[in-house]
């Protein structure tokens, strides 16, 4: 506790070292390392201002904006997505500001009305203390369940909330009845329902450290009613199915039931020593005195838990005062130990429907939970919702129709490669699975936000974020209070030390250009999934990107160079002539995203036209592959385009098109989405059509008028000419590549003890045809002599000697199935490019007006 204490107290530390380092070595010093190890700033502050009145706070806040300072605000160091640090920065210390003021009937500055019980807390106190006082006096608050977090600063400003309370007396911001603020011109004011109101308003969910420094805050108080407090515990191995589609499922069936009996709870999922897992749900029968009675309406749990093979265990325990629950032991964490947390909402009407907890289960039974990792819920719905008509705060509005906060607290190694191995795995592959619970729902809370979120506007804000916008720019026209992820602070580079430039790659700087990881999980697993789904029916095929590895792409870029290969000569021979036509059609300013870029090879033609008309574009190479993305785009001759700016894109089709959309910068831009190299082909015509309706939604929605597509299609129905292009020299090792991936990709945990591997590369012949019917051409593998037994895992896999996995096809267009494609995908053809003798031609197509 002491070393906590001096944490908390201390200007220059956090109570997780992860936001005192930054991204180098040696910026900060770990216990691990030596004597010897140079150790540097990181991002704690230079200076510190260690105010204990209002004055103090008003004087440092009129030096840093005399002096054009970066400016952080810090109360207790307790922060979990670098926002009270910094580095090269001023820090205002708000931990001093001390003070407890009890209320019996609460009136306003600049009101005679009478608001009730209330308690008046300095931004420094913790709540902790807050609730020891609480207790002496017979009331708590609406607050969270760590002590050592400050009352008044980003826990209230950035929403506040309770485990448990949250769903009988809301969220803290509901309960906030006024602020004492000092403002970015120095001044100290106040904001309430009747002065300032409109700063009342973004105090209240608009986040700490971005509007002014908060001294004292009032909020509401209730009475601290006995509690009866159970616990119903499982454990199991994190393998063991049964302990999640039962044993979890079982919990959050429970919490559903007792959150419509007006009874809170809290779920929680933590692993044990060695492969174990614990999960229980804390639940709180708020002004209930007898323990008896809650021990008869969870025994039957016991029994049907019982029933599936699991242990439960099960205890309660009656509390005088609610208090003595909150006032629990600190968190006390070993001096290496750092932690990146992060959350999402979950609707109420997924929560309280019949999949709602199944589907949640399965969730956290794919996010593979490491040592000291942590997973809790705290209980929105009740109150939280039924304030939603009562209460107007900053806060999301999703918020008022959720029922789930899903907490996920990552542990992180102490290391700078820990560090950023953490973040990475927390954004691109578990946030994007705990988003996946409820994706039409997506919202989150900033107090325990992903680091990394791109998305901090719509998740955070929702539709409330221009009005926070708008009163930011008024209380703080030139941004001296900015913090990661906070408004404002898209216009800032993440430290919040320099503005953005104006345009997304700066060339003056730029040698290389950026790849961008937009991989919302990592879709090998998904690939994986796919293998064994596709080998498992009837008739068997595989995955489009089991084909697409690092190997697989330079096999396909070595076959398409091959004379043979018709589409790859037709769309160069049509670009060297009608590239300039092109180029004039796409909007100046336009964000020029290339779907399956390969090589630049083509594209350059189109580019190079756009830089000739002085267009200022921003080009983003997709790809599946980072190293072949990589290798792409260092060949791109950088010094030749002035008006051109190159960056890649890593990761999917739907990838890409969702950082279309979400993406604040780019989002009401001009797009022009390229479909070349006859993409399109590679769907059926079905799936052609929903593919070009979704590029339509997401990247051609928000601005119709100026963004469109430019897609290929082959016409050829020549059967020999078809077959002649997909069986030049090149295909066969592009086709077999595939299975050396699908065996990387299958293979077991254990891979020394595996007996053999899923695909024995000799066994497959690649087999290519011609459909008369679908008039398309087919790509399978077969087997060569004999019935083929996959290897492990999927030896229970038998393909005959006649069967054929089909892993391709490549659908021709006509007119008339060229005109039907783009009217079922709601598009119409602006314009169209060929040449004479050209199976292939360019389609410039746009939204059909409504």
Known sequence: MEGLATS?????????????????????????????????QGRVPLFSALADSAAQVRQAVRFAKQHN?????????????GLSSSPDSFQIHTHLLQGIEYHTDFEPNGSLARMGSAVTVGAGVLLGDLYARGSLEGYTVVGGECPTVGAAGGFLQGGGVSSFLSHTWGLAVDNVLQFEVVTAQG?????????NQDLFWALRG???GTFGVVTRATVRTYADLPVVVAKLTIAASDTDAVFWTKGVTTLLTLLQELNSEDVPGQFILSPQSGSGIEASLTMYFINETKTARVDDRLNPLETILSGEGITPALSSQALPHISMDLRKGPDIYPEDYGILMSSVLVSNRLFNSSEGPRRMAETFARLHMGPQDLLFTSNLGGRVIANGHVVDTAMNPAWRSASQLVNFVRNVDPSIVGKSVALEDLTNVQMPLLYSIDPEFKASYLNLADPSEKDSRRVFWGEHYERLSQIKRKWDPEDLFITNLGVGSDNWETDGMCRKPRNLVDHATMSTPRIIDIRRSK?????????VDGLTKSPKTLP????????????WIHHSHFPDFYPRSDEIRVLKKQASEMAASIANNSIVVDLGSASLDKVTFLLEALEDQQKNIDYYALDLSSSELATTLDNVPIDRFHHVRFAGLHGTFDDGLQWLKETPEIRDRPHCILLLGLTIGNFSRQNAA???QSIAYHALSTNPAQSSILVTLDSCKEPTKVLRAYTSPGVVPFALSALKYANTLLRPEDAELAEGPTFNIDDWYFL?????????????????????????????????????????????????????????????????WSDAGCDVAFYLLKMMPN
Request: aromatic content about 10%; overall charge negative.
């Open 768 to 832: 290519s045809e011609w459909n008369y019917v679908l008039g398309r051409h087919e790509a399978s593998l077969i087997p060569q002599s004999k019935n083929i037994t996959l290897g492990p895992p999927l030896q229970s896999i038998v393909v005959s000697r006649e069967e054929k996995i089909r892993f391709g096809c490549s659908y021709k267009y006509n007119r008339a199935e060229k005109e039907e494609l783009f009217g079922s995908a709601g598009l119409a053809e602006a314009a169209a």
């Open 187 to 195: 001044d100290l004011v106040v904001a309430n329902a009747y002065q």
């Open 8 to 40: 908390i107290a201390s200007p220059g530390a956090l109570q997780h070292w992860v936001w005192e380092s930054g991204s180098n070595p040696n910026e900060t010093c770990f216990v691990t390392a030596g004597p010897e190890t140079p150790c540097h």
């Open 690 to 692: 929903s593919f070009l």
């Open 544 to 555: 489009a990107l089991l084909f697409y590895s690092t190997e697989g792409i330079q096999h």
């Open 523 to 531: 879709f090998e697993g998904s690939i994986r999934d796919q293998v």
């Open 206 to 208: 608009g986040g700490g």
């Open 69 to 81: 300072l970066r400016l952080v605000i810090r109360n207790t160091g307790h922060d979990g997505a």
